[in-house]
């Protein structure tokens, strides 16, 4: 019997239940949670949001809390052997998942049955589970290889894949499924899922490509893994795990890790090898254990931390830079300064050393404002100002740079920018006090500050001076106030809307361009050139806006950096107005595969000037992808670009932190948007190191031409901790590699590697004279 077969045997046993008699389990085939008294629940889904009417269990793949309402039911489980747990708390939503323990949740307005049973769980008893042997989901396509004609609905859009719809794609369809980046995709060889997520996926000669959008692709995602087995016939599409699919599962992890390491002893790549022929030889041994087990529970335990240090052994094999942005975005919620530290340390475990902190959402700032008081305004968010941060009192933003800065990670101001509400949430304070301030749509005749018609966002009239004015003046206080490295632009721009819907009809704006064309913007008409050129004066007063913020900006600190996130679209095509202002551009990259993200990164390079910081921006945590999916994409996105910005914090998951720690983030590294000169100086200080220490012992590099090359490396190190580097420096390294190339002196993969490093640091040096003013 080969080693699939024997794993899947003992894990069949485990999957249907072995904690209780076999018939029981056996008489449905769904996820059970048995109480200490045996009353049982049936599960109604794992890590799904919508917990209505039904049990949800959360783990923590999901994210360090449940996300879900307040008034929901929630029990807190802490493991304690293999499938059985205690019972450590009972509360409401958004409950913390500890970290390999559960929550069981049910929403506001479910059965009472489900109720019930959660809250008579007493605190201490002990609950077990059950699982069928065989998961089993299936929906019905709306097309495979579709066409405008055979799949209508899907004709106007990418791939001919329509809202909320499932497609199948098979080789007669293309090479991939020219879909785009909001959905998900399932890629199956030989019926086997061999590759999770991301848009236009490549379609396999030995397979097919299922494609689904909206509650599709909740479909996908929610029951594929890798190793689940797809079939398609007539049109029906059958997701299945059963013990094949863990078995498939794990091999494939040893897999990719066996390949990642070897590539890493060929290429002579600097990772912790010891470390990740540790983890693969434990995953291989867990493997063989569960092979030989009898005890089906046990059997199951062994494959599954095989597969764990499977992942672990592919993180130890990665290269973790040394010079990278690694950048989150947080909306803070703390209310107490050990809430504080508990976060950071959870992105100190990550590797992140710079935290994006929204400063400014809802209208209100985090922190205790002057400016705020000064205008008649509230002074601090309402969430923070009982807050009790020690020292800081009820500051959080202070209380974030202190802590953040003990744990080597800088600040920046992450702003809601004229974005000031949500219809929600009632009026803006700013529009109480001064209702002449919010930005007017067409459609509004009711002459009372009213949400967008689209988002049901409110927003300021950034076309009015005295609006323009008021946010100067709390962004300068931001920066004078405190430590901020910099601060990032979200919304400095008014929706992009046709011309019903369109923005600009206060009635102070409509005086202003009054004054400037003579014209009232409210008899202007569809389509002609005086509409455009009113269009144009709204643009021409969001990039004023801009200009002053950069020059005041630059004024208190030339290192201080102004950034924007443009998402793909008109607001992609309108950053290059900024061109001069903007020191760093993150691109909004929302797709999970090399081409998607690339392909947003490239096209918004395009856009703007050499010396321009580029990092890019990725929805992992946001999308709750697993922590390999989390790896891959910052592999992705960090590709090309001087760094990685993640959205957002608030949904990552342990796991995903533990893999990010290990692998890509493993090492500290200095951030080139911050300090470009200490980025190069770490780089080339690395280099040297590698260069001692792998390359000319391994006889990857020639011994003389080496030393030469290291002694040259050594003097630029100085020179760039003494901000004296130039660019003709960085060139004649760029030369020395040239000529150790021609005379067969290094291998071809290690001159690739060295001459990619010269090439970043020419582009920070460049970015520290044309933006800091080196």
């Known amino acids: 019997m080969n080693k699939r077969n024997v794993v899947g045997t003992a894990l069949s046993l485990t999957l249907l239940g072995s904690l209780l008699p076999m018939q029981g389990a056996a008489a449905e085939e769904v996820m059970k949670v048995i109480d200490a008294s045996g009353d049982e629940m049936r599960v109604g889904g794992i890590n799904k949001l919508a917990n209505q009417q039904q049990l949800i269990i959360f783990n923590d793949q999901f994210s360090y809390y449940t996300e879900t309402n307040p008034a929901s039911t929630e029990v807190v489980l802490e493991k304690v052997g293999i499938n059985t747990y205690t019972v450590a708390e009972k509360r409401g939503g958004n409950s913390p998942i500890p970290e390999n323990g559960l929550v069981l949740s049910t929403g506001k307005d479910t059965t009472e049955a489900v109720t019930s049973f959660l809250r008579q769980l007493e605190i201490g008893e002990r609950v077990m589970f059950e699982e069928p042997v065989v998961k089993q989901e299936e929906r019905t396509a709306n097309a495979v290889d579709p066409t405008r004609s055979s799949n209508p609905d899907g004709a106007p859009f990418d791939g001919f894949r329509g809202p909320d719809q499932l497609i199948v794609y098979t080789p007669a369809f293309g090479e991939s499924t020219k879909t785009n980046v909001y959905g998900y995709e399932i890629t199956v060889e030989d019926g086997y899922v061999t590759k999770l997520g991301g848009g236009n996926s490549s379609i396999p000669d030995n397979g097919f490509v299922v494609s689904g959008h909206g509650v599709s692709s909740a479909f996908l995602s929610g029951n594929s893994i890798i190793g689940a087995k797809v079939d398609v016939t007539d049109g029906v599409v059958t997701i299945m795990q059963d013990v094949d699919s863990y078995a498939f599962q794990s091999e494939k992890a040893i897999e990719k890790a066996e390949q990642s390491i070897s590539k890493a002893r060929a290429e002579w790549i600097d990772v912790p090898l010891d470390l990740a022929d540790e983890a693969l030889r434990s995953a291989r041994t867990y493997l063989d254990q569960a092979n030989a087990e ?46 504080v530290e508990t976060v950071l340390d959870r992105m100190e475990k990550a590797g992140f050393n710079a935290v994006y902190l929204e400063t400014t959402f809802w209208g209100y700032p985090i922190y205790p404002s002057a400016v705020q008081e000064q205008y008649g305004l509230p002074a601090q968010h309402p969430n923070f100002k009982n807050g009790d941060f020690g020292e800081h009192g009820t500051d959080i933003l202070a209380a974030y740079i202190a802590k953040a800065k003990e744990r080597g990670m800088t600040v920046h101001a992450w702003t809601d920018g004229f974005m000031v509400g949500e219809a929600s949430l009632g009026v803006p304070s700013q529009f109480k006090q001064y209702p002449e301030w919010a930005a007017v749509q067409r459609t509004n005749t009711t002459g009372q500050p009213a949400p967008d018609t689209s988002s049901r966002y409110y927003w300021l009239d950034m076309m009015q001076p005295e609006v323009q004015d008021y946010m100067l003046a709390l962004y300068e206080e931001m920066e004078s106030t405190y430590d901020i490295k910099g601060l990032n632009i979200d919304y400095m721009r008014l929706p992009h809307h046709g011309f019903d819907k369109a923005y600009g009809f206060s009635e102070p704006t409509r005086a202003l361009y009054k004054q400037v064309s003579g014209i009232d913007p409210i008899d202007l008409k569809k389509d002609t050139p005086e509409w455009e050129a009113f269009q144009a004066w709204i643009r021409e007063r969001e990039n004023e806006f801009v200009a002053k913020l950069h020059d005041i900006s630059k004024q208190n600190d ?101 893999a990010l720690g290990k692998g890509p983030w493993r090492e500290t590294a200095v951030n080139p948007g911050e300090e470009p000169l200490l980025a190069i100086e770490a780089l080339l200080k690395d280099t040297r190191r590698e260069m001692n220490s792998l390359y000319m012992p391994q006889g990857a590099m020639d011994k003389k031409a080496g030393r030469a090359l290291a002694k040259e490396i050594q003097r630029l190190e100085k020179a760039a901790r003494k901000q004296s580097l130039n660019l003709e420096d960085v060139q004649r390294i760029e030369q020395s590699l040239d000529v150790m190339k021609t005379n067969d002196q290094l291998e071809p993969v290690l001159y690739d590697r060295l001459q990619s490093r010269t090439a970043d640091m020419k582009q920070w040096l460049q970015y520290a004279i044309e933006r800091q003013g080196l």
């Open 294 to 339: 009898s005890d089906p529970v046990i059997a199951l335990d062994a494959v599954r931390q095989a597969t764990q240090l499977a992942y672990d052994a592919y993180y130890y094999s990665i290269d973790s830079g040394v010079a990278e942005q690694r950048a989150v975005w947080h909306r803070p919620k703390e209310s107490t300064l050990t809430g």
């Open 558 to 658: 030339a290192k201080f950096m102004l950034t924007a996130t443009p998402e793909p679209g008109a607001e992609e095509v309108y950053i290059s107005d900024w061109k001069e202002d903007i020191d760093a551009v993150i691109p909004q990259a929302y797709g999970h595969d090399f081409n998607s993200i690339q392909k947003t990164v490239q096209a918004s390079k395009k856009l703007m000037p050499e010396g321009t910081m580029y990092f890019t921006g990725i929805y992992s945590f946001y999308h709750h992808l697993n922590e390999g999916a989390v790896v891959d994409d910052v592999l992705s996105a960090k590709f090309g670009t001087s760094g990685v910005n993640m959205f957002a914090f608030g949904q990552a998951s342990a796991p995903s932190v533990d």
